[in-house]
């Protein structure tokens, strides 16, 4: 697998749409043979990232190549690709030959011969009829619907329109077979056995897959490699096992499977702190006291007796999931989720055990603080433990307050704001602290400082403990009390529930 | 046990279409077949008056006849409209659905005409062409005034219904034959317009069939220099020739049944892949 050449390669890829970002400076290859998907939620850019290696999209800069060479601005029928459809897009006024045909029709083969005068000479002739209904008959074989040659497209059920679809693409050979959400569209049953069904046809056509799914199961069953992807950035590339034990942050590690994800502090080599306890833990290589955050799978963690256990709680819900129950446990203020063959009753109090090897621990990364908020009636955003001023008029552009503070659109809607969710990030550098705790719309004390050359970095815990990550080159103390200082401008707000809001 | 009250269902809503469709459709229609079937005197059964339709006029056989030619005329007058629609329509609705971003402000601008008095519009176009100098200046001239007329006339109900289908094609099929190696050209030929066929069969049967007969059109454009079936069908009944008058809209009649089965205007369900209610 290591020396197979990489097949397809995308370097510093950016698409934008009317100005905004969907895939971002994406550099990622493709080995030959490999079954890849893109994994991440809706809107993550993952189809518009498969949709670009099709040729439907341009990017907007950046480079895609293909065994070497730029197809960047090569159209869709000139690249030897070929998609499988989230909605099947069979044609319909066509029959299922004419459908799977449809390609190897259009194919022309490139025939040497030499002329009357001896001139070599280049002509394009088309597929004669015979091998073209052998091919079709060979792929109808391969989906398993060998048969259906002269029925039409509408009397298929779902299931078997995916198979036609398949088989109208691997009929022409593709070098790379693209399948956006292929199995989207079909009940649980079907969508298993079609995920087997498309594993063993990837071995067995042994072209590259590159697949494309919001379904972390889906991903996890059938890749080779996954590449999650979030905000049009990727997260993490690696194999389903790597992916799923060593998260490479809490987005990858929230995303794939469940998991309980605690924030807290690397104490010492092989030793991290959270939920109040140490923990011995195998990972090494962080600063001292460095805060990071910890991901612990339900299944890792094991319930034993209240005296035992390294944790102790409550159990307050238990629900039977087939093979196992999910049980959670109240620890103090963490709630903690496992899965489990034993059954405690709820309110019983428990000790929880974990394994070294079942603590994963992760780089904290702070680039921005993120919190969710909710819009106030004054046009305020209450998040953190506090209230400050925004700029509402970001989450809808183009649009203005009128005199009695509702929003109006740029299509002139007025909107009334009032306890909307949003999402809130503020920039490391974006807070300033002072001593007079009327000054700034939340405060704190500080819990935790380092010195990182140019700054310190200090984490100041509100009383309902939010934290809140800033940068400041003066010195304070830790457990100064200091109120938080945000300007207006520097509070970048985006809706919580797009879809919600526009009603 | 109870007694059956007066229960109000959906059904009894078609009442009202009912009654005008037996009022206003199927009488006229019974008493043309009565017509068409009677002798004008006796008002006896008989065959007498497609005999008479079928049978030329002062010594001449029907093939050489004036009305054989009235006839021939019509059908390819109407041809002839059909055929200029759809070949201004297509790429105008084709534009509309695929490279216009205000879709409603440019359907409008051909919608707007349909709401000016269609007398008032084509008698302007009689000015027009006065004008211009080319009305009723040679038979070549009228035909081409009809045309034109016909054309200004009928158009938006060509382009309504094509952009109606086209705008519903889903836009991955195109993307899909571009995928398995169809160029632009061959995307839309094989894509593209048979699944926009729907919209045209639609469109010809709202362009064609009218344009058979719509003496309207003839008339303020020509003064009858250029006599299409429907002038004719007029000429008969406003000379007393009901039995005529009603052989000849009975044929017109079958003649565009006939047309619209043979075109499957008459299918269900169109195969476009979009099952919505279309425009018309």
Sequence with gaps: MENKAHIIELKNVCKQFDGVTVVDDMTLYVRKGEFVTFLGPSGCGKTTTLRMIAGFEMPTSGEILLNGKDISNLPPNERPVNTVFQKYALFPHLTIFENVAFGLKLKRIEKKYVDKKGNERVKYEKLPKEVISAKVKKALEIVDLAGFEKRSVSTLSGGQQQRIAIARAIVNEPEILLLDEPLGALDLKMRKEMQLELKAMHKRLGITFIYVTHDQEEALTMSDTIVVMSDGYIQQIGTPEAIYNEPKNTFVADFIGESNIFSGVMSKDYLVRFCGKAFPCEDTGFEKDEPVDIVVRPEDVTIVSSEEGMLKGKVTSVVFKGIHYQILVQCGRYEIEIQSTTTPKVGESVGLVIKPDGIHVMKKKFRVN?????????????????????????????????????????????????????????????????????????????????????????????????????????????????????????????????????? | MTKAKFHFSRKLLAIPYALFLALFVIAPLLIIVYYAFTNGDTGSF????????????????????????????????????????????????????????????????????????????????????????????????????????MVYDFLPFMVLPIYTTISKIDKSYLEAARDLGAAGSTAFLKVTLPLSKAGIMSGVSMVFLPSMTNDVISNYRTFNHTKIIGAFIDECFKNDLWNLGSVTALLLLTLMFLITWLTGGFSAEPENGSRGTSLW
């Design chain 1, 370 to 503: 993120k919190f969710t908020g909710v819009i106030t009636k004054r046009n305020t955003v209450e998040f953190g433990d506090g209230e400050f001023d925004c700029d509402v008029t970001q989450l809808y552009p183009g649009s203005h307050l009128d005199e009695e503070g509702y929003l109006i659109t740029a299509k002139g809607e007025k909107l009334d704001l009032t306890d909307t969710e949003v999402n809130v990030e503020v920039g490391l550098h974006d807070i300033t602290m002072s001593d007079n705790e009327d000054e700034g719309g939340a405060t704190g004390h500080i819990i935790s400082l380092i010195y990182k050359s140019e700054y310190y970095r200090y984490i100041v815990r509100t009383d309902n403990e939010e934290d809140y990550v800033l940068a400041c080159e003066d010195l304070w103390n830790e457990n100064d009390r200091v109120s938080l200082i945000i300007p207006k401008e520097k509070i970048r707000l985006t809706l919580k529930n797009p879809e919600e809001s526009k009603q």
């Design chain 2, 46 to 149: 008989t065959f007498d008056n497609f005999r008479n339709f079928f049978s030329g006029t002062g010594g001449d056989t029907f093939w050489e006849s004036s009305r054989f030619k009235t006839i021939v005329q019509s059908l390819g007058i109407s041809v002839l409209s059909t055929v200029v629609c759809l070949l201004i329509a297509y790429p105008i609705a084709y534009i509309i659905a695929f490279k216009v971003k205000n879709k409603m402000g440019l359907l409008i601008l051909f919608i707007v005409p349909m709401w000016v008095n269609f007398v008032l519009r084509i008698n302007a176009l009689k000015e027009l062409l006065e004008w211009i100098g080319i009305y009723n200046k040679s038979n070549g001239w009228n035909i081409f005034n009809t045309v034109l007329g």
